[in-house]
Nanobody
Framework: QVQLVESGGGLVQAGGSLTLSCAASGSIISINAVGWYRQAPGKQRELIADITSGDSINYADSVKGRFTISRDNAKNTVYLQMNSLKPEDTAVYYC??????????????WGQGTQVTVSS
């Protein structure tokens, strides 16, 4: 079974920083594209950053220049460094990954989410 576990969320003042981690575990052969999403109360889940196995990176306009996505393949972990946080960044943050595991099957896996709250 393949799992993703997010960590690093919390309460921070506006202008502050947090780093989220998304760690994959299981019989992993390879991790392909990984995305960070967030969902604020009453809003749809939105993709804010993604990174491919070839390290191609994309950001939503709302976080461009403030957030940085990176991956450590040796640790099967993807990070989201969040700087200059704003109250509107408050949301539950999720990671999603396409993971090849077991008998070379590809799985679309979601983490359980981690809460980020930015106070003004």
């Amino acid at each position: 079974q393949v799992q993703l576990v997010e960590s690093g969320g919390g309460l921070v003042q506006a202008g502050g920083s947090l780093t989220l981690s998304c760690a994959a575990s299981g019989s992993i052969i390879s991790i392909n594209a990984v995305g960070w999403y967030r969902q604020a109360p009453g809003k749809q889940r939105e993709l804010i950053a993604d990174i491919t196995s070839g390290d191609s990176i994309n950001y939503a306009d709302s976080v461009k220049g403030r957030f940085t996505i990176s991956r450590d393949n040796a640790k099967n972990t993807v990070y989201l460094q969040m700087n200059s946080l704003k109250p509107e960044d408050t949301a539950v943050y999720y990671c999603n990954a396409m993971i090849v595991a077991g008998r070379w099957e590809e799985f679309d896996v979601w983490g359980q989410g981690t809460q980020v709250t930015v106070s003004s």
